[in-house]
T-cell receptor
Framework: AQSVTQLGSHVSVSEGALVLLRCNYSSSVPPYLFWYVQYPNQGLQLLLKYTTGATLVKGINGFEAEFKKSETSFHLTKPSAHMSDAAEYFCAVSQNFGNEKLTFGTGTRLTIIP | DAGVTQSPTHLIKTRGQHVTLRCSPISGHKSVSWYQQVLGQGPQFIFQYYEKEERGRGNFPDRFSARQFPNYSSELNVNALLLGDSALYLC????????????FGPGTRLTVL
């Protein structure tokens, strides 16, 4: 079984400040990890993914995430927040490369303070 | 290129009715997955289809069914609607099963009264 925990359902940061969204996972096998962003009334857009290899993953819009196996974490960061980053962010895990059944966390709503 | 398209955008039904939601994958994509996103929650996996065959099923009752057509489009059917079925239904497509990078459509907002 696999699960994802996102700490903090709401996060507010000032424009230009560091963004840190937390994600911890539970998986019985080496996980494939994803971050998706959802803007109001839209579907999900893939920000970045970790499958194998380098544990620091860079994504779109200046976001990156680091896979830490010892901490079972995959936190999402961005050095400087922009107003356009305001959205809902979902962390997800998949059991293996052949399995597209994604298990999502409950999401974190990011608010940017001008 | 067109992304994943879903129809209708919004739908209102009453309890006990039946609903059919439709999804067209990105051109060339052969795998389609369906997710249910209840307000305030993350999406939950319902089905995956690849080459017209069911490849995976989430923990949903038999009232939920789906199929994939030769052109790789897909339908999600829900019978005997309950209030709890009110949600955003998302369709995602990927090039092949196991491609693991899924592209999501905008969803169909279903309201059950």
């Amino acid at each position: 079984a696999q699960s994802v925990t996102q700490l903090g359902s709401h996060v507010s940061v000032s424009e230009g400040a560091l963004v840190l969204l937390r994600c911890n996972y539970s998986s019985s096998v080496p996980p494939y990890l994803f971050w998706y962003v959802q803007y109001p009334n839209q579907g999900l857009q893939l920000l970045l993914k970790y499958t194998t290899g380098a544990t620091l993953v860079k994504g779109i819009n200046g976001f990156e995430a680091e896979f830490k196996k010892s901490e079972t974490s995959f936190h999402l960061t961005k050095p400087s927040a922009h107003m356009s980053d305001a959205a809902e962010y979902f962390c997800a895990v998949s059991q293996n490369f052949g399995n597209e059944k994604l298990t999502f966390g409950t999401g974190t709503r990011l608010t940017i303070i001008p | 290129d067109a992304g994943v398209t879903q129809s209708p955008t919004h739908l209102i039904k009453t309890r006990g009715q039946h609903v059919t939601l439709r999804c067209s994958p990105i051109s060339g994509h052969k795998s389609v997955s369906w997710y249910q996103q209840v307000l305030g929650q993350g999406p939950q996996f319902i089905f995956q289809y690849y080459e017209k065959e069911e490849r995976g099923r989430g923990n949903f009752p038999d009232r939920f069914s789906a199929r994939q057509f030769p052109n790789y489009s897909s339908e999600l059917n829900v019978n005997a609607l309950l209030l709890g079925d009110s949600a955003l239904y998302l369709c995602a497509s990927s090039l092949v099963a196991g491609g693991n990078e899924q592209f999501f459509g905008p969803g169909t907002r279903l309201t059950v009264l």
